[in-house]
């Protein structure tokens, strides 16, 4: 009788009775030792490899790292990814590799809002993790939830001997998230300015869970006001003023063995006016430290900044006769024009009295002289 036998103690195929069974038997053996050769090669790309930005916590740090990982990585020799990103809060500034330790071209300025990473090798880059990481400079400070960084594939290659295969991806994209939304907010909001005198502006703090110690330079310009004194308002301890901190810059320290606490008018800048603002100035604040106590320990206080800038009260200045928007010297020719004919111009109400005021008596004397177009003038040469 002849007998076919195959290795690795296979079932025998005989002429017997049991000969069919047999090679049913060697059939499903074939089978399973085909599949076995062939389906872990299957399984590599039977699951998408996954690209995904991870959720990255924002502290006082200027800049962040934001890690690229992978998952179900088959092995990358190639790839190309657009990060999307909101560029009022921050910048990219550049690549660096994880898994992917070849040379990586960064191109930060790949579109509005994009920035674009890319590479290529002549072996694949393979296993899960941090696949590369993008550098983020803070432009300003995140105070909002959801910002995210959205992943956009252009390639994600695999090299299997000289050539190279998509490779099946998804996508997830991630956040970044403020580690405290709540940082303490302090500085100046808009504030209404008179055309003369004195100015009193509140220097504001909000999310106040309590100040001990702190040092506040006040920017200024010094051709519109002057800083000549300050009053306490939360801040009811002692205060230290230096108006002459250096140009266009006053500044202003105190400590207190317990904390200030509660949101509100922090202190008062009291400015002296030196002359009309046209439209308005800024005024602005930089805190040198900003600490609470705990205990026999102070701290440092998280915070943002708020500036704003001073304004005139007046829709138009008083110098400002013929309501252009700017004073220059066709106003103090009208004012000059009524003094010397000794009429009412109608047009721009010169020698009337408007809101409480007589329209041309830029000095506040109760009449309009050649000296009220002189102070007009001087206004204009010197703005």
Known sequence: MTQLRFCLNTPVLTSNGKGGENMKNVIKFLI????????PHSIVYAADTILSAENVSVGADDTIKVPVNINNNVGISAFGIIFEYDSEYLKPVSAEGGIWDNNIIFNSDYGKNQAFATG??????????TFIYINFKIVKDIDINDLKINLNVKQLKHLDGTNTSNVPYTVKSGLIIPTDISKTRIGFNYNKCPESGTIKVPVKIK????ISTFGICINYDSKYITPISVEKGIWNSDIIFNPNYGENKAFV??????????????IYINFKINKIINKSTDLTVDI???KTADGAYTKDVAYTVLNGSVNSISEYSIYDVNKSGTVDVNDAVIILEYVLNKKETSEYNIGKIV???????VDHNGVITAYDS???L??????
Do not use: R
């Open 207 to 210: 999310n106040n869970k309590g």
């Open 253 to 266: 320290t105190g400590a207190s063995v317990t904390n200030m606490i509660g949101d509100g008018d922090f």
């Open 288 to 290: 040198k430290q900003l």
């Open 120 to 129: 290529a090798g002549i072996n694949n880059k393979n296993g899960d993790g």
């Open 32 to 39: 399973v030792m085909i599949f076995g050769v062939l389906l």
């Open 378 to 383: 001087w206004v204009c040469l010197n703005s």
């Open 374 to 376: 002189a102070l007009v």
């Open 355 to 361: 809101n409480g005021k007589l329209i041309g008596d």
